[in-house]
Structure formats: structure tokens, C-alpha cells
């Protein structure tokens, strides 16, 4: 299963060879032209010359840490790279570095802190990773300043349909794009694997100036808030509701257009979706919209509970039912079905 390869891979922002390697391998028998550019990014084209120009983007990276330092007992020190909230980190276990030394993020023992720490979130200067030696000595051998740590989690079914695993923002959009690229659409389909989102939308930046498309689908993750403690107002979406249309993040404001194309499409196949009811953070589609003389995007977002923490959970109905409405929106560009600039 290509979405478990890709969920247990190592691709911290700016160490994504091996999740473009994973790709490339998987899909560069089924398009016409593979390419990467300085930054990292994975471009891989199918019907090249037809119009519209349409680019489909899912960013690789995930969240996760970089080793900064030693202490003398040959403790690494990291820093997060990508936005991680420091509850979920302590004692949890991690793959550091190109040879995937295994280690665990430690921190002072519940019976040694004093009461007024054992209230609060151990901060990630008080956070260390142990990969079980007992001198710097030994560390600097295994671990170099700079290499990256991500978290050891297997893949696993559970429940109604569901999966659980680490990564899926956003290796379940990675993983319905590699669908999307099996198939033939009667458009140019620039399919782009982007890097460093979590770190600041870079690679999609670099991609969209590149290719300079009609209009742009972002398929990615969002986060379902559908659990204990949050009212229904504040759910977000809702795991098993369907995929998630954007009106507005923090970067990005959806034209009317958009909107009624996804939504539309997504009534006519009969496919079950929702709006994503949160206003922050952002996707590449900020970036992208904003570049050349401005391009029309769209995001459609799979729902998955616990997002950048060290194990996440998505339905795979809301996976398949994310997969049909893109391809659903496609055949529907390429029918003549959005007017584009350029392309009567």
C-alpha cells in the first residue's frame, strides 16, 4: 500500500529525498517527464503541450527535529522543525539521522521535578533525544549536527474504516495525487510534490512560478476536531464527513468560482463534502494563488484527527471520497466546464 510506504518514510522540510525517491519510483512509468528543481521539488507531467495547464500540488515534508547539539553524556539537543506542540513529544519514540538510529525524546523523570514543573508542558529546550550511549564521543559518531529526527510509527487499521499513522499531513495527499498520475486526464496535468510547507509554503513558491499554470488544485490534510473537549462549532471537519473544501486560511481566500466548481462537482458525483470551518494557519495554496499575475487554486483537504503530533488519524472513506472528487474536477476542467484566461 503506497499511502503506508509513504506514511512510515522519513521526510522531515528540507530532507525529502526519501519520500521523492519512493515516488519517483511508483510513478515514472506512468508519465511522460520527471523533474526536480533546486529546492527539492518533484514534477512529474502528463500530457504535455494540452491545454489548460493545470497543476495538482501535495507538499512531502513533515514535521519533526534537527539535532543541534551534544551534552557530554552524549544526549543530542534538537529543535523542532515545522510547528509540533511540545506536549506531545516527551518519551516518544524517533529515527535520527540517514542510518535511522533509533532513540527516544527524554526529559527529567515525573519523581525528580518539582510540583510547579508537573504542571506545565516540558519545553523543547528542556528536551533532549537519547540514542543510548554514554559519551559526546560516542554521539558524534552516529549523529551529525544538522540530521534530522522523525517518529517511529507503524502503520496500523483501526476502528470504522480508519488508519493510523504518522505523516499523513501530508503523505495522504502525496498518495492521491500518485493515483491521479495513473490515469489520463485531457488536460497538461503538472503533478508536484512540494517541499518545505511546514516550514513556510518554499517549494510551492518555486513550483507555481515555474510552471506558471491555469489554476492549481492543493490537496492536503486538515485537521478534525470532532473529539472530546471541542464543541461542534469548533470541529473543523469531522472525520467521515468527506473531504473538506477552504473558503479562507490565513494565506489564502478562495474565489467564488472555486468554491462552486468543488462543490458542484461534488454534488454531481454524489459525493459526500464539508467546508473547513477554520480560518488560521495556511497551505501552499497561499503562495501559489499569489504568484505571477495571481493563479486560481483551490484546496480540497482529507479530515484527520491529531495533526503534526507523533500518530494522526484519517478515514480512508473521506481518503477515496477525496481521490473521486479531484479526479471528478479535473475531467470536469477538461470538459470545458470552468472558463480559464488563455485557454478558449
Request: aromatic content about 4%; proline content about 3%; some cysteine.
Amino acid at each position: 500500500m503506497l499511502l503506508k510506504r509513504l506514511s512510515e518514510a522519513s521526510g522531515v522540510s528540507g530532507d525529502e529525498a526519501e519520500v521523492r525517491s519512493l515516488l519517483k519510483e511508483e510513478l515514472s512509468l506512468h508519465v511522460e517527464q520527471v523533474t526536480t528543481d533546486a529546492l527539492g521539488n518533484l514534477y512529474l507531467k502528463k500530457g504535455i503541450g494540452r491545454k489548460p495547464r493545470v497543476m495538482v500540488a501535495a507538499h512531502m515534508d513533515e514535521v519533526g527535529l534537527m539535532v543541534v547539539g551534544y551534552e557530554k553524556s552524549g544526549l543530542l539537543r534538537v529543535v523542532k522543525v515545522g510547528s509540533i506542540d511540545d506536549r506531545v513529544l516527551a518519551s516518544k519514540v524517533v529515527a535520527v539521522g540517514k542510518d535511522r538510529v533509533p532513540g527516544v525524546i527524554g526529559a527529567k523523570a515525573v519523581h525528580l521535578q518539582k510540583p510547579t514543573e508537573r504542571t506545565k508542558a516540558i519545553e523543547i529546550s528542556n528536551l533532549y533525544i537519547d540514542i543510548g550511549v554514554r559519551s559526546q564521543e560516542e554521539a558524534e559518531k552516529l549523529i551529525k549536527i544538522g540530521e534530522y529526527a522523525t517518529f517511529t510509527v507503524t502503520v496500523r487499521e483501526a476502528g470504522d474504516n480508519c488508519l493510523i499513522g504518522k505523516a499523513f499531513d501530508n503523505r495522504a495527499g502525496c498518495a492521491i495525487l500518485a493515483e491521479l498520475l495513473k490515469e489520463d486526464f485531457n488536460l497538461e496535468l503538472n503533478a508536484v510534490f512540494t517541499v518545505q510547507e511546514e516550514v513556510g509554503l518554499r517549494g510551492a513558491g518555486v513550483a507555481a512560478y515555474s510552471l506558471h499554470p491555469d489554476l492549481a488544485l492543493v490537496i492536503e490534510t486538515t485537521a478534525a476536531a470532532d473529539v472530546v473537549g471541542s464543541k461542534e462549532a469548533s470541529y473543523v471537519t469531522k472525520l467521515g464527513d468527506g473531504p473538506a473544501i477552504t473558503l479562507m486560511d490565513s494565506t489564502y481566500m478562495a474565489p467564488q468560482l472555486i468554491v462552486d466548481l468543488v462543490a458542484e462537482t461534488a454534488e454531481n458525483l454524489a459525493i459526500p463534502y464539508q467546508f473547513r470551518r477554520l480560518t488560521t494557519a495556511g497551505t501552499d495554496a497561499g503562495i501559489i494563488s499569489q504568484t505571477h499575475s495571481g493563479i486560481l487554486s483551490a484546496v480540497i483537504s482529507v479530515p484527520c484527527r491529531y495533526l503534526h503530533s507523533p500518530a494522526s488519524i484519517i478515514n480512508m472513506e473521506d481518503w477515496q471520497n477525496t481521490l473521486r472528487l479531484t479526479r471528478g474536477i479535473l475531467n470536469s476542467i477538461a470538459e470545458g466546464g470552468l472558463r480559464l484566461a488563455g485557454t478558449a
